[in-house]
């Protein structure tokens, strides 16, 4: 497709579970982000990545955090052991890397902590 | 830091009403600086952005102007309609990097 795709569109699980998240990100696009949106809260940035430089990891709330991205293409997002404070809407943008090109987003995935 | 502050909602105005949402930044740097519009059960899409100072983003009807010595992107529309109520975000980013978001503002429009 033209834009960012991410799956699933909403997941349930229960607290302790871990989950994974995955980005499809605009072909050629070279940089990757993460985002997390609690109800009713800004946006807040986990995790970009750039090309095949080492990853910004500095958003990422705690250990149970982490996330890949194999070359240029997919990534994904994994939380380990889920807490309910997990609960958001995740979101991923892509861009293509050069200054001043405006990051592209998906609908993000809906996270439900139980 | 980077940081944002965007006034708080929700905003409510009748349809053909003149809107001003507010944006005040704090950057090392030179930003770029963006407004963002969630619309109901949909993503997040770029609005309109603004990579220098003077500089004007206009989309849609919205404009902003890139005010440095204001530290400002306050975001305009001199007539909203219905279809404008979402949630609207300033942010902005230096170079390459994450994007910083203000907190979002509501803007609900009635007929």
């Known amino acids: 497709g033209a834009g960012v795709s991410q799956s699933p569109s909403n997941k349930v699980t229960e607290k302790g579970k871990d989950v994974e998240l995955r980005c499809d990100p605009i072909s050629g696009h070279t940089a990757l982000y993460w985002y997390r949106q609690r109800l009713g809260q800004g946006l807040e940035f986990l995790i970009y990545?750039?090309?095949?430089?080492?990853?910004?990891k500095s958003g990422l709330p705690s250990d149970r955090f982490s996330a890949e991205r194999t070359g240029e293409s997919v990534s994904t997002l994994t939380i380990q052991r889920t807490q309910q404070e997990d609960s958001a809407v995740y979101l991923c943008?892509?861009?293509?890397?050069?200054?001043?090109?405006?990051?592209?987003f998906g609908d993000g995935t809906r996270l439900s902590i139980l | 830091g980077n940081s944002v502050t965007q006034m708080e909602g929700p905003v409510t105005l009748s349809e053909e009403a003149f809107l001003t949402i507010n944006c005040t930044y704090t950057a090392t740097g030179y930003p770029s600086l963006f407004w963002y519009v969630q619309y109901p059960g949909e993503g997040l899409q770029l609005l309109l952005k603004a990579t220098k100072a003077d500089d004007k983003g206009s989309n849609k009807g919205f404009e902003a102007t890139y005010r440095k010595e204001t530290t400002s992107f306050h975001l305009e529309k001199g007539s909203v309609q219905v279809s404008d109520s979402a949630v609207y975000f300033c942010?902005?980013?230096?170079?390459?990097?994450?994007?910083?978001f203000g907190t979002g503002t509501r803007l609900l429009v009635s007929p």
């Open positions: 990545f750039q090309g095949n430089s080492a990853p910004d």
């Open positions: 942010a902005l980013n230096t170079g390459f990097q994450k994007l910083v």
């Open positions: 943008a892509s861009s293509p890397g050069t200054v001043d090109q405006p990051q592209h």
